[in-house]
């Protein structure tokens, strides 16, 4: 029969085996304003992100990795910066992406909320090759951190047990294109051009997915939160990271049903449909359709014969745009 003590033992290491060495995340966008597809208090929604990853962060006591978009515009109000200070798990270390920068530029860093939050030590930051990451597992990393309009460079030398990360904020997709004429590399290109790397997690597509090819991984966190009416369906997510077998797991977020509305798209789809069927009547009625707004509302007015009192409102109207 095991001993107690030796049983208490393996039970505590098979636990300890359990935890993730790292929680990566991105495209966090906190912001202060309300998302127009959103019906709920979106501030408070994004307070319980946080507090979930708070708790997984202390549950696993590993660091959180950001690639990028931590903020969703990079000069928030004094109000929202102390909010966010308030609500960030501890140990977190991030890149910037091209949210985080005044004109995108990674030279006005220095300006941003983003260093407020590196100066009172809220998050770690760092550019190019950073100094080790471990912790009392026995994990240890090198982290590569490549910031928005950075591109990654294979590293020279590989240090036995030392995973190599590359952490960026560069678009890459898997199964489909994100956008029509996307110029920008799939996930299995980058895998086999930056293959110094066992892991290479990014930001900027807010659709989350992962790739692997003969062993490295390629991790896209995708988006906090639901930010736009076509993310209904989003589930919102971090991955544990485990260095030992350079794999990761999916955390849920949880989620709030009916809380995303198309009204403001069926409206502008409405209005829309209201143009273009004034603009056809226009034509049934022989007015010709020119590049300016003005001469075809005067033409209009004109053949239409509209009142005087009626022209002078719309052209103040007008002028006053």
């Known amino acids: 029969m095991e001993p107690e003590g030796e049983a208490q033992r393996k039970g505590k290491q098979e636990e300890e085996e359990m935890k993730a060495d790292l929680i990566l995340a991105a495209d966090i966008h906190l912001r202060e304003d309300t998302p127009v597809c959103r019906t709920d208090d979106y501030l408070e929604a994004q307070k319980k992100k946080l507090l979930e990853l708070r708790h997984l962060q202390e549950e696993h006591n590993c660091p959180i990795i950001v690639a990028g978009d931590l903020f969703h515009k990079w000069n928030p109000s004094l109000y929202f910066l102390s909010w966010s200070i308030q609500n960030l798990p501890d140990n977190i270390w991030m890149i ?29 930051l760092d550019r190019g090759r950073s100094s080790h990451i471990g912790d009392p597992r026995g994990f240890s990393a090198v982290l590569y951190a490549y910031w928005y309009g950075d591109k990654p460079s294979n590293p020279r030398r590989r240090e036995k047990g030392v995973r190599r990360i590359a952490v960026c904020h560069m678009m890459t997709w898997k199964k489909q294109k994100p956008f029509p004429g996307c110029k920008e590399d799939n996930a299995r290109k980058l895998l ?25 991984l390629l991790v896209n966190p995708g988006s906090m939160m639901r930010m736009t009416a076509d993310q209904a369906d989003h589930k919102p997510r971090v991955y544990l990271y485990y260095a030992k077998t350079n794999t990761v797991k999916p955390f849920y977020f949880y989620i709030k049903k009916g809380v995303i509305t198309r009204e403001h798209i069926e409206s502008k789809e409405e209005r829309n449909e209201r143009v273009s069927a004034f603009v056809e009547s226009l034509k049934e009625k022989g007015t010709e359709i020119g590049l300016s707004f003005e001469e075809n ?18 052209w103040e109207a007008v002028n006053t745009q």
């Open 96 to 124: 910037p992406g091209q949210h985080d920068l005044k004109n995108h530029n990674p030279e006005t860093f220095s300006r941003t909320a983003s260093s407020v939050l590196q100066a009172i030590g809220t998050i770690k």
């Open 192 to 216: 086999k051009k930056y293959d110094g790397f066992d892991l290479i997690v990014t930001g900027d597509n807010h659709l989350p997915f992962t790739d692997e090819y003969e062993g490295r």
């Open 297 to 314: 509302l005067k033409e209009h007015m004109s053949k239409s014969k509209t009142k005087k009192e009626v022209k002078k409102i719309v």
